[in-house]
């Protein structure tokens, strides 16, 4: 079945390190999303892609990378300059082509320790 | 810019009873209004979507929203509540920026079912 992936699951990391979170999807879907989740907050726009080597950034990108490559992956990487990165971090992605409907992976909890 | 407003953080109701979580959205235009729900530590799921037409939309699991212009609402429903609709729920209006689809998502209401 045709779905998104996203791991690893559970990340720890210690202060000052990058991370990279990955995302890859077999939709075939030319969009791809990175969310931000909090409690209390809901899910808020990192960074989105429509094609192969192009994105965008979202509502709060200070502190993340992405790149996208190939048209299945679209990698974050959570960067020593995001002052708080402990969170749930969800990959999405959607067909290009009018309002279409999010499909999400099933998220990546990452812990600063 | 969208917004979405989630009134209810938590509400509890008991099996079998019905339930209405309200949602309301400010857009300049006719908004793509969607519900997700999602289990504890798992990904968002499409309960419904509403892009035109009937205001009244079927969802999965037996759920229904109803889109009312007037009121700026988009409040989902479901006539008997089972133990396992126990999840967080998140209302949310698209946009379509002609390259694509920007979701802007409510803060969430949590729902407990009792037995």
């Known amino acids: 079945d045709g779905g998104i992936t996203q791991s690893p699951k559970y990340l720890f990391r210690k202060e000052g390190q990058n991370v990279t979170l990955s995302c890859e999807q077999n939709?075939?879907?030319?969009?791809m999303y990175w969310y931000r989740q909090d409690p209390g907050q809901g899910l808020r726009l990192i960074y989105y892609s429509q094609i192969v080597n192009d994105f965008q950034k979202g509502d709060i990108a200070e502190g993340y990378s992405v790149s996208r490559e190939k048209k299945e992956s679209f990698p974050l990487t959570v960067t020593s300059a995001q002052k708080n990165p402990t969170a749930f971090y969800l990959c999405?992605?959607?067909?290009?082509?009018?309002?279409?409907?999010?499909?999400f992976g099933a998220g990546s909890r990452l812990t600063v320790l | 810019a969208q917004s979405v407003t989630q009134p209810d953080i938590h509400i509890t109701v008991s099996e079998g009873a019905s339930l209405e979580l309200r949602c309301n959205y400010s857009y300049g235009a006719t908004p793509y209004l969607f519900w997700y729900v999602q289990s504890p530590g798992q990904g968002l799921q499409l309960l419904l979507k509403?892009?035109?037409?009937?205001?009244l939309v079927q969802g999965i699991k037996g759920f229904e929203a109803e889109f009312k212009r007037s009121q700026s609402s988009f409040n989902l429903r479901k006539p008997s509540v089972h133990w396992s609709d126990a999840a967080e729920y998140f209302c949310a209006v698209g946009v379509w920026s002609g390259t694509a689809s920007k979701l802007t998502f409510g803060t969430g209401t949590r729902l407990q079912v009792t037995l």
């Open positions: 999405a992605s959607s067909m290009n082509s009018g309002a279409n409907v999010l499909t």
């Open positions: 939709l075939n879907h030319d969009a």
């Open positions: 509403y892009f035109s037409g009937d205001t």
